[in-house]
């Protein structure tokens, strides 16, 4: 069994890595989430670790979509009023 991770941007689907064990894709999954780079780029919108399935759909295991600065400053300003 494999395991795949995916970033989805503004440009579309991209596979981050592959793993062989659940374990490695979720400290791969873990740190990606935790990334300062991903978490501020604005650009990645989220991020999916999928279980590799023998007919190339794969099995959703865990998501994380990003929070763009651009919502989150304007947020704060409707909010922070």
């Known amino acids: ?3 795949t991770i995916y970033t ?3 440009w579309g689907v991209v596979a981050v890595g592959n793993f062989p064990s659940i374990q490695q894709a979720r400290e791969a999954f873990s740190a990606l989430c935790n990334d300062p780079w991903y978490q501020q780029d604005g ?17 959703r295991l865990d998501w994380l979509a990003f929070q763009s600065s651009e919502a989150s400053s304007r947020e704060g300003s409707v909010h922070g009023g």
């Open 1 to 3: 069994m494999a395991f």
């Open 8 to 10: 989805h941007d503004s």
């Open 43 to 59: 650009t990645i919108k989220g991020l999916e670790l999928v279980q590799d399935t023998q007919d190339g759909r794969g099995q």
